[in-house]
C-alpha cells in the first residue's frame, strides 16, 4: 500500500481542510504500564505519542470529553515519540497489548495489518459519513480491511520567524538557486540559516530526502524506491544527496546533538533561520509567538518535476487483541465525529485541522496558506515511514545522519542504506 497517489481534488473532496496530530515527544500521563492492556471491564487504554506540552493536554480534554459519554472509561498512557515508535512492534505483538494507538495512516499502518495485528474497523467505517475516497484507502490494509481511522492531516514546510526575515532583508525563496541565495545572506549576519533537530528525533533529517527526491525525481520514484521497488544506489538518489550536499554548510552544526524541540527553540530566539517541519512543531512553541511564525513551499528545484508535497495522516488503530472489540470500535466511532475531532483542534495550537469533512479548522492565515499550498500540488506524499514501514526508517535515520557528518562517503552510504533496506523487505516479505 502506497502512500496518497491521487490528485489534490480527490484528496481534499470530502475532508475539507488540513490537519495535524503531531509527532512529539514527552512524558507518561498515567502509572499503567504499555503492555498492560484492557480487561473487558469497560476501560481501555489508549497509548498515545502525542506528547508536546499542547498537544498532551489536548488528548487529555479529548479522552475526558469522551469518558463522560457513558462508554467505556478510556485510560491514556503517552509515551516519547521516538520510544513509542521503536516499541511499537513490541505493544502489538505482547500477550496483552494496550487497546487503542495514536499513528499513522498509508503503508505504515498496513505493514501492521500484513502481520495480522490490527484490529478490522471496517464497521466503524460504515457509520463514518463522507469521508474521501483517498482517506479511504489509506485507511484499508491491502487485505482489503479498513484498519485505521483517520482524524487529521498537516503540511511540512519551510518555516521562520517574519520579523527575523524582515531585519535580515531576505524574503522567502521560491527557486533553489534563490534558496541558496537566502542561505548566503543569512548566514552573512552570523546566523546558521538551516535549523535541524537530529538528537533523539533523527527521523527529521527524512523530511530533506524527501522533498529533494520528489522535487528531483518525482513523487511516484520516491513511492517506488520506498516500497522496495527501487535501488538506493540509482544515480537518481545520488543526485538527491549531490544536491543536498549544496546547502550543508548553511545547516546549524549544533541541530545533530538535540531533538526538533530545542531546533524550534533555536528557530524562534532567532538562532536560525529556517527549519524544514512539520506544522505539528507549533505545539512546541508559545502561543504568543504563533502570529510570527510563517512558511514557504520547499524550493522548486526542475519546474518540469510535477510538484508534489507532504501532507501526512494521522489517527487511530487498535490491536486485534482487544479485550473489548464492541467498546473500541464505539471509541473509535466516535474519534470520527466532528465533534471530537474539533474538541483536539481547540485545545492544541490550532494547527490541528480534523479529517472529518464537518470538522471546523482554525480560520488563521497560516492554515489558509497550508490548504493553499496542498491545494496546488500535483500529489501529495506522507512521510519516509508512512509510504514505507516503521522498519524502513531506522535505516533512513542511520544513512542520512551519516551523510550529514561525512558528505564525502555518498556512494559506501548509499550502498550501505540499499543493504540495510533489502534485509527489512526481506524481512517483511
Known amino acids: 500500500m502506497t502512500g496518497l497517489a491521487a490528485d489534490r ?21 498515567s502509572t499503567k504500564s504499555p503492555g498492560s ?14 506528547s508536546s506540552e499542547q498537544a498532551k493536554a489536548a488528548m487529555e480534554k479529548l479522552v475526558a470529553a469522551y469518558n463522560k459519554t457513558g462508554g467505556s472509561q478510556v485510560k491514556l498512557n503517552t509515551v516519547a515519540a521516538e520510544i513509542f515508535r521503536t516499541q511499537l512492534p513490541t505493544y502489538l505483538t505482547s500477550a496483552n497489548p494496550p487497546d487503542v494507538y495514536t499513528w499513522y495512516a498509508g503503508s505504515v499502518a498496513d505493514s501492521y495489518a500484513k502481520k495480522d495485528l490490527l484490529l478490522d474497523v471496517t464497521s466503524v467505517w460504515d457509520s463514518m459519513g463522507n469521508y474521501s475516497k483517498a482517506m479511504q484507502s489509506l485507511s484499508t490494509s491491502s487485505a482489503g480491511q479498513k484498519i485505521f481511522v483517520p482524524t487529521s492531516y498537516y503540511w511540512w514546510g519551510m518555516f521562520y520567524r517574519k520579523s527575523n526575515f524582515a531585519k535580515w532583508g531576505v524574503t522567502p525563496p521560491k527557486t533553489w538557486a534563490e534558496f541558496v541565495a537566502v542561505c548566503k545572506t543569512i548566514q552573512s549576519k552570523g546566523i546558521p540559516p538551516i535549523g535541524i533537530g537530529l538528537g533523539d528525533t533523527p527521523w527529521v533529517a527524512s523530511a530533506w530526502f524527501d522533498y529533494l527526491n520528489i522535487r528531483i525525481n518525482g513523487a ?9 521497488e527501487g535501488d538506493f544506489t540509482d544515480p537518481k538518489v545520488k543526485a538527491v544527496f549531490t544536491k543536498w550536499r549544496e546547502v550543508l554548510p548553511y545547516f546549524d552544526p549544533k541541530g545533530k546533538s538535540f531533538p526538533f524541540q530545542e531546533a524550534t527553540s533555536a528557530l524562534l530566539a532567532g538562532k536560525t533561520g529556517m527549519f524544514l517541519i512539520g506544522t505539528f512543531f507549533a505545539d512546541s512553541a508559545p502561543k504568543d509567538a504563533l502570529d510570527d511564525i510563517d512558511f514557504f513551499q520547499f524550493p522548486i528545484i526542475d519546474p518540469a518535476v510535477p510538484v508534489a508535497e507532504e501532507a501526512p495522516t494521522d489517527g487511530y488503530f487498535a490491536s486485534k487483541k482487544v479485550k473489548d472489540p464492541e467498546g473500541t470500535k464505539k471509541f473509535l466511532t466516535w474519534l470520527a465525529t466532528p465533534e471530537a475531532q474539533n474538541i483536539y483542534v481547540q485545545s492544541s495550537s490550532g494547527t490541528a485541522i480534523p ?3 464537518d470538522g471546523k479548522s482554525a480560520d488563521t492565515a497560516l492554515v489558509k496558506k497550508g490548504k493553499a499550498m496542498i491545494e496546488g500540488a500535483a500529489e501529495i506524499t506522507q512521510f519516509f515511514n508512512r509510504d ?17 557528518d561525512k558528505p564525502d562517503q555518498i556512494d559506501k552510504i548509499l550502498a550501505d542504506w540499499q543493504a540495510a533496506a533489502q534485509k527489512v523487505f526481506k524481512a517483511g516479505a
Not at 10 to 27: D, I, N
Not at 39 to 50: F, H, K, P, W
Request: proline letters at 6%; aromatic letters at 4%; charged letters at 10%.
Open 9 to 29: 481534488r480527490t484528496f481534499l473532496k470530502g475532508l475539507g481542510l488540513l490537519g495535524a496530530a503531531t509527532l512529539v515527544p514527552g512524558c507518561a500521563t
Open 37 to 50: 492492556g484492557s480487561a473487558a471491564t469497560g476501560e481501555l487504554s489508549l497509548q498515545s505519542n502525542l
Open 220 to 228: 511516484p520514484f520516491h513511492r517506488k524506491l520506498l516500497a522496495g
Open 355 to 357: 479529517a472529518n469533512p
Open 388 to 404: 514505507s514501514s516503521d522498519a524502513l526508517q531506522p535505516t533512513a535515520d542511520a544513512a542520512l545522519t551519516k551523510f550529514l
